[in-house]
């Protein structure tokens, strides 16, 4: 079956513009995570969706992230007036159920470059 | 509050060589689960390995192996007769009671052929 897909894959956002990622999770899977990694860091946590609710954004680096899951299937991660710092790869990851025993798989990324 | 530390930043060896990567890792959790992670240059993260706080028992899968200890909050990784193919960034990753993954800084690895 089809894994967790992200678009784009490469973004590149002169700053101060607004940028939207999206993601798609493996059908049926309950929790979806947002996760940003910075170049040479480890992924860092963003923020978590059960179905539609954002249970969790306590890692979202600044009032300028948003992330939605309207229908809790598809999510979207925005960042407005996007700064040099935001340059990273963000990653999406899904997984089938609520909880520590459920597995995460992510998707390829998307790389945002702000020049 | 979690954090997972990989004190080595970079290992270099030679093909056929056996290589260990090292995780140490704080929780305060009684349930959790550890995993590796391997991160090739496409950078996609790819799953390897997954144990539970209970299960201590080491195993070997493959070319692969792991050695975890809760009295030492260590959870390392062994790949055996290493192959050029193996040549990644490798991140040790720590999934507690709030089910979001707190990964280490990672391991660049280079095998030589």
Same mark, same amino acid.
């Given at each position: 079956?089809?894994?967790?897909?992200?678009?784009?894959?490469?973004?590149?956002?002169?700053?101060?513009?607004?940028?939207?990622?999206?993601?798609?999770?493996?059908?049926?899977?309950?929790?979806?995570?947002?996760?940003?990694?910075?170049?040479?860091?480890?992924? *860092?946590?963003?923020?978590?969706?059960?179905? *539609?609710?954002?249970?969790?954004?306590?890692?979202?680096?600044?009032?300028?992230?948003?992330?939605?899951?309207?229908?809790?299937?598809?999510?979207?991660?925005?960042?407005?007036?996007?700064?040099? *710092?935001?340059?990273?790869?963000?990653?999406?990851?899904?997984?089938?159920?609520?909880?520590?025993?459920? *597995?995460?798989?992510?998707?390829?990324?998307?790389?945002?470059?702000?020049? | 509050?979690?954090?997972?530390?990989?004190?080595?930043?970079?290992?270099?060896?030679?093909?056929?060589?056996?290589?260990?990567?090292?995780?140490?890792?704080?929780?305060?959790?009684?349930?959790?689960?550890?995993?590796?992670?391997?991160?090739?240059?496409?950078?996609?993260?790819?799953?390897?390995?997954?144990?539970?706080?209970?299960?201590?028992?080491?195993?070997? +899968?493959?070319?692969?192996?792991?050695?975890?200890?809760? +009295?030492? +909050?260590?959870?390392?990784?062994?790949?055996?007769? +290493?192959?050029?193919?193996?040549?990644?960034?490798?991140?040790?990753?720590?999934?507690?009671?709030?089910?979001?993954?707190?990964?280490?800084?990672?391991?660049?690895?280079?095998?030589?052929?």
């Amino acid at each position: 079956g089809a894994g967790v897909s992200q678009s784009p894959r490469y973004k590149v956002a002169k700053r101060g513009q607004d940028v939207a990622l999206r993601c798609d999770p493996i059908s049926g899977h309950v929790s979806l995570f947002w996760y940003q990694q910075a170049l040479g860091q480890g992924p *860092e946590f963003l923020t978590y969706f059960q179905n *539609e609710a954002q249970l969790d954004k306590s890692g979202l680096p600044s009032d300028r992230f948003f992330a939605e899951r309207p229908e809790g299937s598809v999510s979207t991660l925005k960042i407005q007036r996007t700064q040099q *710092e935001d340059s990273a790869v963000y990653l999406c990851a899904s997984s089938l159920g609520v909880g520590t025993i459920y *597995e995460q798989y992510f998707g390829p990324g998307t790389r945002l470059t702000v020049t | 509050a979690q954090k997972v530390t990989q004190a080595q930043t970079e290992i270099s060896v030679v093909e056929k060589e056996d290589v260990t990567l090292d995780c140490v890792y704080e929780t305060r959790d009684t349930t959790y689960y550890l995993f590796w992670y391997k991160q090739p240059p496409s950078g996609e993260l790819v799953f390897l390995i997954r144990r539970n706080s209970f299960d201590e028992q080491n195993e070997i +899968s493959g070319r692969y192996s792991w050695n975890f200890q809760k +009295s030492t +909050s260590s959870f390392n990784f062994t790949i055996t007769a +290493s192959q050029v193919v193996d040549s990644a960034v490798y991140f040790c990753a720590l999934n507690g009671a709030n089910s979001k993954l707190t990964f280490g800084k990672g391991i660049t690895l280079s095998v030589r052929p």
